[in-house]
């Protein structure tokens, strides 16, 4: 028995990067995948990637697991919601959803300080990367609360606050980590877990491309960025989220931010190579970047540090003048 068998999930963006590797793992471990994107054969990604949700499915059928590829644009509420009837009619059940669209949108890739920033793509940034976002929870959270079960989780680049890219772009990734915690509380009577999750450094496609190098040659590129020797393949946060959908404990860590990484040390899973690469405990080289990056990046770390104790502080306050009347009411 693998530990997700007789199970059904969705990953959302599993044409490449951690979506791909997510699905691989899903798969590896016994799921039903479906994985959903805009790229198939003959209709290419708007990023001019060669990669194909149908590509993903057959790595997963190739190692002994079941895939099922469905073009879906996760911006059109018409088709998310026609795909989740879809696995309602096929499947009758659905245990885990994995929302990984627009993790390289090129419309990202802007760093532009906020008065700078190119605003007139904006709006199809944020429809990309976040309605998107919005639009599949929706849907999921109804099939899931139908059953009463289900993980929903929430893919992102970070475990703090901050992100990298302009304030658009950093606006759409905390919106990413901050999804479960709005969405927890409410799905909690139902049985859903809600979860946010990002990967260390990822050797996704277009970053080995970046370096020029390969998934066997990748140790190479250490002598353009010596913190890419502390890389994980894209495989190591699908097997992340495997280890989260597995746990007893999964509605206690409903609503949080988890790291590849820290679950890595938890749970005690390895990356395809046997290595459990840690990124939390990596001395960062702060040397590959501009030294004004690197200030800018300290700078918005201390201030955010400063800023989440006040409102853990805050919010320990509320807890503890509402609970006794608004617990003991519900009791």
Excluded at 74 to 95: K, M, N, P, S, W
Excluded at 115 to 135: F, H, P, Y
């Amino acid at each position: 028995m693998k530990p997700l068998d007789g199970q059904v999930a969705v990953v959302a963006g599993a044409t490449r990067g951690a979506g791909r590797g997510i699905a691989r793992a899903l798969g590896e471990a016994g799921a039903i995948v479906y994985c959903t994107g805009r790229s198939v054969p003959g209709q290419p990604s708007p990023y001019k990637r060669p990669e194909t949700i149908d590509e993903t499915a057959a790595l997963i059928e190739a190692a002994g697991g079941k895939a099922i590829p469905v073009r879906v644009d996760h911006t059109v509420e018409g088709e998310v919601e026609a795909l989740f009837a879809r696995i309602e009619r096929e499947q009758g059940r659905l245990d885990i959803v994995v929302d990984s669209v627009a993790g390289e949108d090129p419309l990202m890739a802007d760093w532009n300080a906020p008065w700078a920033v190119d605003l007139t793509v904006a709006e199809a940034l944020l429809r990309q990367a976040l309605l998107s976002r919005l639009i599949t929870a929706k849907h999921a959270c109804r099939v899931m609360i139908a059953h009463r079960r289900g993980l929903l989780v929430e893919v992102t680049e970070n475990d703090g606050l901050s992100g990298s890219g302009n304030i658009v772009t950093q606006m759409a990734k905390v919106s990413h980590r901050a999804l479960p915690l709005m969405l927890a509380p409410q799905l909690k009577e139902h049985g859903v877990a809600a979860v946010a999750i990002t990967p260390g450094f990822l050797r996704s496609e277009q970053m080995l491309e970046h370096f020029g190098v390969t998934e066997a040659t990748w140790r190479d590129a250490g002598a353009k960025d010596p913190n890419f020797l502390e890389s994980e393949s894209p495989m190591f946060v699908g097997r992340a989220i495997v280890a989260l959908a597995t746990d007893p404990r999964l509605m206690e860590r409903s609503g949080h931010l988890f790291s590849s990484w820290e679950l890595g040390r938890e749970f005690g899973f390895t990356d395809v190579d046997g290595r459990r690469p840690d990124w939390g405990m990596k001395e960062i080289d702060f040397s590959v970047l501009p030294a004004a990056l690197s200030t800018l990046i300290l700078d918005g770390m201390e201030l955010q540090a400063r800023w989440l104790h006040v409102l853990a502080e805050r919010s320990d306050r509320y807890v503890t003048r509402w609970s006794p009347s608004i617990r003991g009411r519900s009791g």
